[in-house]
């Protein structure tokens, strides 16, 4: 039997191999779907769910909806690998590293900044990067609600072979946080 494998939110960079989902046809995804909604796959069908990018254009409760959505879709054993500005690092590099914000922000995101300074990175960084910003910690505590317990996780790093090496972005060109959530069992 082979593995079910989806990409949420897949835009323009759709996984090999992996069924990508997305609300937009210009990335030319193997299924048009609307994530706010309900998931169209049925219960407990899905082996490992990847998405990026996209948690972020979800405020809390849209984004606990979601997670509930992946979780009923989940097989047990399988796995959602989540990747998303981390709000802490943001932060943090904005304190500490206003150089290597300015420039991760030229390099990535290519976006004029009206100043060149690191509070443009901070200010355009919150306008665009999605309607909310997590960070581990209120993203666990929404993912706990949705049934979903999660662990921070390395880069392109996993203990499930299909979530191996699957990120776009590197840590050294992004803020983002990489976390696996995995169902808790059924009480």
Known sequence: MSLMLVNLGSGPYPLPGWINVD???SGRPQVLADLSRTLPFRDACVDFIHTEDFVAQLPPDGLERFLAECR??????GALRVLTPDLERFMRTYLE???H???????AVGVPLPTGAAA?????GMQLAGRWQYDFESLARVAARAGLD???VAYNASRHAPLNGVDLRKPDEAVSMYVECTPRPER
């Open 23 to 25: 609300i937009d046809p």
């Open 72 to 77: 009923r879709v989940l097989r047990p054993g």
């Open 97 to 99: 590293r206003p150089a």
């Open 101 to 107: 914000l300015v420039a991760i922000w030229n390099t």
């Open 120 to 124: 443009d990175v901070v200010n355009l």
């Open 150 to 152: 999660c662990e921070r």
